[in-house]
């Protein structure tokens, strides 16, 4: 007689259901938020591990004004800007800066 092969059982799932006062409230903020009821829960838990795609966006566009701005004063001081070299040299480390934290806030070394 052949042998019965055994399945594993998968856990039984959790699930949430919000107080009836506060169930239009979670299903707009879900929807809102982009993310699945799954994830959107997890994120509320356990805190978020990812960045959205619309953050990421954002930060990516500032990281490109960021060296926009950047090259622009490089080209002030090519110029001969003289008695502004000390401002440009503050802003250029300013923007330094922004620039490391959006890279680090986007997940990626400066």
Same mark, same amino acid.
């Given at each position: ?60 566009? &500032? $990281?490109? =004004? /960021? *060296? ?8 002030? !001081? +090519? ?6 070299? &000390? $401002?440009? =040299? /503050? *802003? ?8 490391? !934290? +959006? ?8």
């Amino acid at each position: 007689m052949p042998e019965k092969e055994t399945k594993s059982k998968r856990p039984a799932p959790i699930s949430y259901r919000p107080p009836k006062n506060r169930t239009a409230a979670f299903h707009a903020r879900v929807a809102a938020s982009g993310l699945s009821a799954n994830a959107f829960i997890t994120e509320a838990i356990f805190g978020r591990n990812r960045h959205r795609p619309d953050e990421l966006q954002a930060l990516a566009r &500032l $990281l490109g =004004e /960021a *060296a926009k701005i950047s090259d622009q004063l490089h080209e002030i !001081a +090519l110029t001969g800007a003289g008695e502004n070299a &000390l $401002l440009i =040299e /503050a *802003a250029q480390r300013d923007l330094d800066e922004i620039r490391a !934290a +959006l890279l680090n806030s986007m997940g990626r070394r400066p």
